[in-house]
């Protein structure tokens, strides 16, 4: 089975560019999160959809916006970029077993803004 | 809100050392909790979890104890190896969302 799969994996943007990320989950899981990884505020999560409605949210500005397909792909956007925003982005798609789950995370995209 | 603390690292051991790295949580209802595993340059690993109290979750050698009275999840292995290497992340989730809140990581350095 497919693990979690991001494009790109690599990303150089200049401060004010926007940029979208991708994330393909597992076949069969229809849960999606992000999350932003930096090494001063460890891992933040962002945002998570399931069937195409976003759930939760966490505490980043409205640059940061995602959406996700009826094929449970999903992509995240940041506009206006900042440097601060120079992170690894994490997606991580989650079965749902009986109350039970587990998140899959796949290898992340190393955004870098200059 | 809840949250997650674990031991400030980098902890430095030598081959076949045990391990603990210890973890602590702040959570309201019954959470689950989780040890990721990140190498370098690559994504987070589930390593194991547990989903109820005194429930053990263990997987390559590892294991973690989920302690209620103590609202604590500590990572321990008998013998570590420099294949070990790497960033442990100890994590919950609370049921009605898929959110997981992490602590800070801990980088573990096996030397040989």
């Known amino acids: 089975k497919a693990g979690v799969t991001q494009t790109p994996r690599y990303l150089i943007k200049t401060r004010g560019q926007q940029v979208t990320l991708s994330c393909s989950p597992i076949?069969?899981?229809?849960?999606v999160s992000w999350y932003q990884q930096t090494p001063g505020q460890g891992l933040q999560f962002l945002f998570e959809?399931?069937?195409?409605?976003?759930?939760n949210k966490g505490n980043f500005p409205g640059r940061f916006s995602g959406r996700q397909f009826s094929n449970s792909r999903s992509e995240m956007n940041v506009s206006t970029l900042e440097l601060g925003d120079s992170a690894l982005y994490l997606c991580?798609?989650?079965?749902?077993?009986?109350?039970?789950?587990?998140?899959?995370f796949g290898p992340g995209t190393r955004l870098t803004v200059t | 809100g809840d949250s997650v603390t674990q031991m400030e690292g980098p902890v430095t051991l030598s081959e076949e050392a045990f391990l603990t790295i210890n973890c602590t949580y702040t959570?309201?209802?019954?959470?689950?909790l989780f040890w990721y595993v990140q190498y370098p340059g690559e994504g987070l690993q589930l390593l194991l979890k547990?989903?109820?109290?005194?429930d053990k979750g263990s997987n390559k050698g590892f294991e973690a104890t989920y302690r209620k009275e103590t609202t604590s999840f500590h990572l321990e292995k008998g013998s570590v190896q420099v294949s070990d290497s790497a960033v442990y992340f100890c994590?919950?989730?609370?049921?009605?969302?898929?959110?997981?809140?992490f602590g800070a990581g801990t980088r573990l350095f096996v030397k040989a």
């Open positions: 547990a989903t109820k109290a005194d």
């Open positions: 076949s069969g899981h229809r849960s």
């Open positions: 959570a309201t209802g019954y959470p689950s």
């Open positions: 991580a798609s989650t079965r749902l077993s009986g109350g039970d789950y587990e998140q899959y």
């Open positions: 959809y399931f069937s195409e409605t976003q759930r």
């Open positions: 994590a919950l989730t609370n049921t009605g969302g898929f959110k997981t809140i």
